[in-house]
DNA sequence: GGAAAATATGTGCGTTTTACACGTAAAAAG
DNA sequence: CTTTTTACGTGTAAAACGCACATATTTTCC
C-alpha cells in the first residue's frame, strides 16, 4: 500500500499521479506558512502605522476585501468559530475600523463594513502587500503573472466546491478535543 | 492616490497592474482560508481514527512533510512562537507520535521526527487528503495539472523569498499587542 | 397559513493556546 | 578566545477560542 506508483483513474479517464499532487500539496503549505507568518502581519500593520491586536488584523483585511460580509461567512474564511468572530468584531467596532449594518434582505445578518479610518488602514496595507508582491514576483513576465493568477483562481474555486461536507458535524458538534 | 490605474515599471521593464495583483492575492486568500479550515482537520483526524487535538494536528502533518526538522523551523512554518511548538512538540512525544533526536552535526538542534505510529497516521491523512484533492482536480488534464504545480512552486519560492525581513523585531521583540 | 427546521448572531464561562521574559547550551563570528 | 548569534526549553499570565445556550429571522414543508 505504498504510494509512490499510486495511479487512480479519474471518471473521465484521467489520471492523477500521487506524486504530482503531493508536490502541490507541499507547495501549497509553502504558501499558507508564508501566509500565516505573524511577522508578516505584524510588518504590514507597523507600515499602515496603527497598533492592531494580532487576532484583529486578518479579519479587518477579510472585512477590506469581502465586505460586506455576515459574521459566519467571515468566521468560515478566517476558520474560527463565529462566536470568537463576532467577539473580534465587537472589539474592531470599538476601536472605530468597523460597522454594522443589518442587511437590507435578510435582516438576520449584521453585515460588517470598514469604516473610513478602517479603508484608510487597509489602503496602506494593501500598498504595503503589493510593494512586497512587486519585490517578490518583479522578475515574472505580465503573462506569466496572467496564468499564475489565472491558475490560482482555478484551484481556489475547486478546492472551495469541496463539499462543506465530509466533516459537517455528525454525532456530536464538539470539536475532538482530545 | 488612487490604485485603479496604478502601473509600475519594474527593472526589468516588465509592468504589474495593481489589479493582476489584487486578483491573485484574493485567490491565496481563498486557498488559505480553506486550509485553514478547522473542519478540514477534523476530516482528515476522524479519517485517520485518532483523536488528536486541533494544534497538533498541523504540526504532525509539517514533521512528516519536512521531517527530520527543527523546532524553531517548524515553529517558522507554523506561524507561531518557538516556544509554543516546543510545548506541543512536547505533546506529540508523548502522544506516542513523533520523537526527537539531536542533529548530528549541530548539536543545538533537537530534530523532531515521526515515529512509525506517527507515519501510520500521517499516511492514512495524506490519503484523505489525496481523496479529497482527487475529487476537487478529477477534471483536470495532466497537463493542466503539471503547469498548476510548476507554477505554484514557483510562486512559493518567490514568495519564501521575501527577506523574512522587514519585520525582523527590531526596537523590542515585543509583539504589537495592542 | 402556520408549525418545524434551519440559519445568523450574540453572551456566559471554562479551557486551550499562545507568547513574552528569561535562562542554558552550542555554534559562528571576530 | 571572547563576543555574538542561534536553537531550545520552562515559568507564568494573558489572549484566543469554542461549546452550551438563547434570541431573532428566514426557509421548509405539510
Known amino acids: 500500500m505504498t504510494s509512490s ?3 487512480q483513474n479519474t ?31 505584524a510588518f504590514m500593520v507597523r507600515t499602515a502605522g496603527i ?24 468566521a468560515d474564511r478566517n476558520g474560527r468559530d463565529h462566536t470568537t468572530v463576532s467577539r473580534q468584531v465587537g472589539r474592531l467596532v470599538e476601536l472605530g475600523l468597523v460597522e454594522r449594518q443589518v442587511n437590507e434582505h435578510d435582516r438576520r ?10 479603508r484608510a488602514m487597509t489602503d496602506r496595507i494593501d500598498e504595503a502587500r503589493e510593494s512586497l508582491m512587486r519585490a517578490a514576483l518583479g522578475d515574472w513576465s505580465d503573462e506569466e503573472l496572467g496564468q499564475l493568477a489565472t491558475f490560482m483562481r482555478r484551484y481556489a474555486d475547486a478546492i ?4 462543506d ?12 478535543t482530545r
Open 109 to 118: 445578518i449584521r453585515e460588517v463594513i470598514l469604516t473610513d479610518r478602517g
Open 51 to 74: 497598533a492592531l491586536d494580532r487576532a484583529l488584523f486578518p479579519l479587518l483585511v477579510l472585512v477590506g476585501k469581502f465586505g460586506p460580509i455576515g459574521v459566519v461567512e467571515l
Open 5 to 7: 506508483e499510486n495511479v
Open 160 to 163: 472551495l466546491g469541496i463539499p
Open 165 to 176: 461536507h465530509h466533516n459537517a458535524g455528525d454525532q456530536q458538534n464538539r470539536q475532538f
Open 11 to 41: 471518471h473521465d479517464g484521467h489520471t492523477l499521479t500521487s506524486g504530482r499532487l503531493r508536490q502541490l500539496h507541499e507547495a501549497v503549505l509553502d504558501i499558507v506558512a508564508v501566509m500565516n507568518r505573524p511577522q508578516r502581519d
